[in-house]
């Protein structure tokens, strides 16, 4: 199981939408209504959670300044 963010979807003008975590399968389609009250929702749609590791004694190269990695794009 994982847990999916959801927001509702304003029906009025100036109503602020509602955020709800689900816990639904992997694989589940998205819903498209809250399943308890029903009210109508999307999912959203957010950066995920990476995790970093190093090994020890490993060597990295060092960070480029510009955001496009080792080996990069020519920024520089």
């Known amino acids: 199981m994982i847990t999916y963010l959801y927001e509702t979807v ?7 939408p ?3 975590e689900i816990r639904q399968p992997m694989g589940a389609p998205a819903l498209t209504h809250h399943p308890e009250s029903g009210e109508p ?7 995920g959670v990476g995790v970093q590791t190093s090994r020890k004694g490993a060597s990295s190269p060092p960070p480029s300044s510009c955001g496009c990695g080792h080996g990069g794009c020519g920024c520089h």
């Open 10 to 16: 304003p029906t009025r003008n100036g109503e602020e």
């Open 18 to 20: 509602k955020v709800y």
């Open 41 to 47: 929702l999307r999912r959203i749609i957010s950066g």
